[in-house]
C-alpha cells in the first residue's frame, strides 16, 4: 500500500471520527470508541511487514500489540447486531422510512465495513513479515492466517461476552487473565469456531479479488 492510499485511510478515520462523535447518539454512541480501537490496529499494520521495521527488537513488540488490538476490526462485525434496535419494520410489515433510522444504519454499516476489509490487509502484511523473520517457507501463510483468525476470534469473544476491552490488559491485567482462563466452554469453542470462519471468508473473497485485478489481462 502506497503512502498517499495510507493517507488517505488516516484522514477517512479523522473524519469519520468526528462524525460519529457529534451524529452517533445513545444507544449508538458506543461507535465512536469501539471504531477507535478498530483504527489502532490498522495504524499499526501500516508500520509492520517484510522489510519494516528494519530492527527486530522493534518488530516483535509490534507484532505483539498489533495481535492484541487486532480483534478490535472484525469485532465491528458484531455490533451489526445492534441494527434490531432500529425496530425496521412498520406496523405494515414493511421497511420503515425513517431518516434518523437509515442514519444509525449508516453509521453502523460505514463503522464496521472499512475496519473489517483494511484490518484484513493488515493481516496479511503482519502475516508475511512474521514469515519472512522466521525465515520460513511462503507456503504456510495460509496456517498463519488460520492461526491469526483463530486468536482474534478468542478476542472476539473476551470483548463481546466478557465486554473486556483491550485496554483493560494494560489497566488491570490481574481482572484480564481469570476470566479468559474461566470462559471455555462448548458455546464458547463453537462461537470462536463460527467468528473464525467468517473472518476466513472474508479474507478468502478479498484473496480472489485481488488476485483477480493483478492477473486482469492489460489491453
Do not use: C
Amino acid at each position: 500500500m502506497n503512502t498517499q492510499l495510507k493517507w488517505s485511510i488516516r484522514l477517512f478515520y479523522v473524519i469519520w471520527l468526528i462524525i460519529l462523535f457529534l451524529l452517533a447518539k445513545p444507544p449508538f454512541n458506543f461507535l465512536v470508541l469501539n471504531t477507535f480501537l478498530a483504527y489502532i490496529p490498522i495504524e499499526l499494520s501500516f508500520h509492520i511487514g517484510v522489510n519494516k521495521p528494519k530492527s527486530g527488537i522493534l518488530f516483535w513488540p509490534l507484532v505483539i500489540i498489533w495481535l492484541l488490538f487486532y480483534p478490535n476490526a472484525p469485532y465491528l462485525l458484531t455490533d451489526l447486531f445492534h441494527l434490531s434496535l432500529l425496530q425496521p419494520y412498520g406496523a405494515n410489515g414493511l421497511l420503515r422510512l425513517d431518516l434518523n433510522m437509515w442514519l444509525n444504519f449508516t453509521l453502523l454499516i460505514v463503522s464496521a465495513i472499512p475496519a473489517t476489509i483494511i484490518g484484513m490487509w493488515g493481516v496479511k502484511q503482519i502475516n508475511d513479515g512474521v514469515i519472512s523473520r522466521l525465515h520460513m517457507n511462503q507456503k504456510i501463510a495460509p496456517l498463519g492466517i488460520t492461526i491469526i483468525s483463530i486468536l482474534s476470534a478468542i478476542g472476539i469473544f473476551i470483548g463481546r461476552f466478557l465486554r473486556i476491552h483491550t485496554v483493560y490488559l494494560f489497566i488491570t491485567p490481574e481482572l484480564f487473565i481469570k476470566p479468559i482462563l474461566n470462559m471455555w466452554n462448548q458455546s464458547s469453542i463453537i462461537f470462536i469456531g463460527l467468528l473464525t470462519i467468517v473472518q476466513l471468508v472474508i479474507y478468502w473473497a478479498l484473496f480472489i479479488f485481488k488476485n483477480g485485478q493483478i492477473n486482469q489481462p492489460t489491453k
